[in-house]
């Protein structure tokens, strides 16, 4: 039975909390680029964005295609070509759902290859446990404790049409 934990008045609420964490600890977006992780670490990335430019200025806002570093799947995808470079900048990644952490770590390894950042960070919009690297998430927009055999699936409008998470 599927049951909703966050409604889109508390992802919005999450997202803005996440804005202003990122503000404070960074004394502001100097240098920051956001990155969304494919999927709906796009829209939520620009989301984020959105609140950035309202409270301080714009940020730059890539997308994130991380299958070719996954190391359970295999892809011949190729970054494209006008890909920012992103030496010296501070990057934040941007995803739905943290779980074992391997996308995160297929993510920094893509980050990696465009550039050497300054610093890298992990912002997600659900951080459920159960990870099987030593990764952690930097902001946090709802920590949402679960089993190994719960799924969550965060549903964003620019996708899916409603804003919600739930847990199935």
Excluded: W
């Excluded at 404070?24 to 977006?29: A, D, F, L, T």
């Excluded at 890539?62 to 494209?80: F, G, V």
């Excluded at 900048?89 to 770590?105: A, E, H, N």
């Amino acid at each position: 039975m599927a049951k909703v934990v966050m409604n889109e008045m508390e992802m919005n609420r999450a997202l803005t909390r996440l804005a202003y964490e990122i503000i404070e600890r960074n004394r502001g977006v100097e240098n920051i680029i956001l990155v969304g992780i494919e999927t709906r670490g796009v829209p939520i990335a620009k989301r984020l964005a959105a609140k950035l430019e309202q409270l301080e200025e714009a940020v730059i806002v890539e997308s994130l295609d991380i299958r070719p570093y996954r190391d359970d799947i295999k892809s011949s995808y190729q970054a494209p070509a006008d890909a920012s470079d992103f030496s010296g900048k501070k990057i934040i990644l941007v995803d739905d759902v943290l779980y074992t952490g391997r996308s995160i770590r297929a993510a920094m390894d893509a980050c990696i290859d465009r550039g050497r950042p300054s610093e890298i960070a992990l912002a997600v919009l659900i951080d459920r446990g159960h990870r099987e690297l030593p990764i952690r998430p930097d902001y946090i927009g709802k920590n949402i404790p679960t089993s190994k055999s719960e799924r969550v699936s965060v549903h964003v409008k620019e996708l899916d049409q409603v804003d919600q998470v739930i847990i199935h």
